[in-house]
């Protein structure tokens, strides 16, 4: 018994031996470890809240832990959430996007792309644009593609097409061929001379897929 004369357990061994318990007695005990002083130990539990069979139970314990003053207890619930697709998750995420820790925004990104609603487009596309951390823009395009619809593909194709990096411009031209017209074709012919072969290709392909609509 990981619990020794009503006192938590102290040690990551410990605390995922609880793992593989399903009394109800298991769960208080995870939620109170979660509530410790110590943020490595907090962060053991929430992982092994993420793997118990009956972890959902704990939803409150994950959502308050997304408000931790541990970086590392945050990201680790943003993974939680992101696993459980935990829908209640979403507003406590929004603030995450500014954190001044790259990780930790990273990790928000990733999470708010698995419980995403249509809203949230303009506040991760800005992130695109704007963030200075490269892993930070490149999970926030990956995001948006995820997500991209009809409404906002063109402002991805303009943007993507213009990137650095060729697979962001070989994604401008799936957009291009999955949701658009033949406005699109005078800018997809650029594409088509891409220093990058693929993305000639890709470019390639869409302007024969919407030439022929």
């Known amino acids: 018994m990981p619990v020794v004369g009503g006192r938590l357990p102290t040690t990551h061994e410990a605390i995922r031996e609880l793992g593989v318990r399903e009394d109800a ?3 208080e005990i995870l939620a109170s470890v979660a509530g410790v002083d110590d ?7 929430l992982d092994v809240i993420r793997r118990h069979r009956h972890g959902r139970e704990l939803s409150a314990v994950v959502l308050s832990a997304l408000g931790d003053p541990s970086e ?3 990201r680790t619930a943003c993974e939680v959430v992101e696993q459980w697709r935990l829908l209640e998750a979403h507003n406590l995420l929004l603030p995450l996007l500014a954190n001044v820790d790259a990780a930790t925004r990273q990790s928000a990104i990733r ?4 419980i995403w609603v249509d809203a949230d487009f303009p506040l991760v596309f800005r992130i695109y ?3 200075f951390s490269t892993d930070v823009r490149r999970e926030a395009a990956w995001v948006l593609r995820q997500h991209v619809t009809a409404a906002c593909s063109r402002t991805l194709f303009d943007a993507f097409s213009a990137d650095e990096l060729a697979r962001h411009r070989l ?3 799936e957009f291009a061929e999955n949701f658009s017209g ?5 800018l997809l012919s650029r594409l088509c001379s891409d220093p990058d072969g693929h993305v000639r290709k890709a ?3 869409a302007t024969k897929v919407i030439a022929s609509r």
């Open 72 to 74: 590392y207890v945050v």
């Open 171 to 173: 994604w401008a031209c």
């Open 39 to 45: 943020q490595f130990l907090r962060r053991t539990a």
């Open 203 to 205: 470019a390639g392909r």
């Open 25 to 27: 007695a298991t769960l």
């Open 129 to 131: 644009e704007e963030d």
């Open 111 to 114: 999470a708010l792309g698995a």
């Open 182 to 186: 033949p406005e699109i074709l005078p």
